[in-house]
């Protein structure tokens, strides 16, 4: 997912707005409802491009964030449940957890 939004970003799009500017600067002499057509086409096309792009780059960001967010959340737990279980005896004591004989 995450290379087609690279793609998108690198590739499909500095190629649509080049063809824009050729199309604006009308170098083959079309005609104004050709000019018409294929730039609808390209600003159509222009923005699923962007549109594609947002959508993956979205999911590749929730993806990671699961995983990640996953990993740490278990090793976090693992951490905290370890440290209480190491509670130490003066603190026991202190508490009046524990009676001093």
Known sequence: LSISQGLLSTVARPLLLR?????????????D????????????GISICILVEGLLQ???????????????LGWTMALIHRKSLA?????LSKSGLVENS
Not at 19 to 31: R, V
Not at 33 to 44: C, P, R, W
Request: proline residues 2%; without cysteine.
């Open 19 to 31: 063809a824009i500017i050729i199309l604006i600067q009308n170098p083959d002499g079309l005609s």
């Open 58 to 72: 979205a999911h590749v960001k929730q993806l990671l964030s699961i995983k990640l967010g996953s990993r740490f």
């Open 87 to 91: 509670v130490s005896e003066d603190a």
């Open 33 to 44: 409802s050709e000019v018409n057509h294929q730039g609808a086409a390209l600003a159509a």
